[in-house]
């Protein structure tokens, strides 16, 4: 059976994706991540800088290759729910998912060279305000769920930062729980006032 040239490409692609990333990141703890600058990571992964730079769009996206895949985890827990599945159980079980990852063991070192690095900790920042801002725009868009634009952007910002308060934790799912107790007990109350607009014009940003 001849295998379809688009599937054989994106396999193609996605493993050099991965081959670039598993590159740097070894490069990275070994040397430091200032040390290491792309052009090294290219030459180690024997790719052209452009194709490095055609998978992340920056030196920093390197550290953090699974951003995407997370962003998109969340927002489907919104759009791919059956209409009798309640909302916040179903973050909370992908907030879950990404603290087991992100306390794992192999992930430590990692986590110390991000605290380490003031560039790396701004990119986190700023990567953790672009999936809240999706989340938002993922929740102001669901039908049914009776809640304005305000109240769905409060709530992206909570489940965001859930994960980063739960990861320093002494015990990381526990305190996933914890957190999704109040963030479930401010989506109820949220639900009990006069819903205000939900065309994303009740105020900017996130």
Not at 16 to 29: H, P
Not at 72 to 89: C, G, H, K, S
Not at 90 to 107: Q, S
Request: net charge neutral; charged share 30%; aromatic share 6%.
């Amino acid at each position: 059976m001849t295998v379809p040239t688009t599937g054989r490409r994106e396999r193609k692609k996605a493993a050099t994706r991965q081959k670039i990333a598993d590159t740097a990141l070894r490069l990275f703890l070994e040397h430091g991540y200032d040390a290491v600058g792309i052009r090294d990571v290219a030459a180690e992964a024997d790719v052209a800088v452009t194709t490095l730079f055609s998978h992340f769009a920056s030196k920093e996206a390197l550290v953090f290759e699974r951003d995407d895949d997370f962003e998109q985890r969340l927002t489907r827990a919104v759009t791919d729910r059956a209409p009798d599945e309640p909302l916040i159980p179903a973050l909370r079980r992908e907030i879950h998912a990404l603290v087991r990852h992100c306390v794992a063991d192999d992930a430590a070192p990692i986590w110390r060279m991000i605290v380490g690095s003031p560039a790396l900790r701004e990119y986190e920042e700023s990567m953790r305000l672009r999936h809240a801002q999706s989340l938002a725009g993922a929740l102001i868009a669901a039908p049914g769920l009776s809640r304005s634009a305000t109240a769905c952007r409060t709530i992206a910002r909570f489940v965001i930062d859930a994960y980063a308060l739960a990861r320093e934790a002494a015990d990381p799912q526990a305190a996933v729980d914890e957190i999704f107790e109040m963030i479930e007990a401010a989506w109820k109350v949220a639900g009990q006032t006069p819903a205000g607009p939900r065309n994303g014009r009740s105020g900017a940003g996130v």
